[in-house]
């Protein structure tokens, strides 16, 4: 059997509430074992430790 970590967002749930939902369905009937971290979280918490202006001086042009 077929194994995936998938990654889930608070994102997608927000704004796409049956997507993540239907792709987990999809996946189990595909017959695919679906993994999910324990240690998983938020990317939101995440983009307040970024330091916007070092990511945008780093980008190419």
């Known amino acids: 059997m077929p194994k995936a970590q998938l990654f889930l967002t608070c994102l997608g749930d927000q704004f796409y509430t049956d997507t993540p939902q239907n792709m987990v369905i999809v996946l189990e009937r595909l017959g695919v074992n679906l993994i999910f ?21 780093s980008l190419p042009g």
């Open 37 to 57: 971290p324990p240690e998983q979280t938020c990317l939101i918490g995440m983009l307040g430790t970024l330091d916007l202006a070092q990511v945008g001086n």
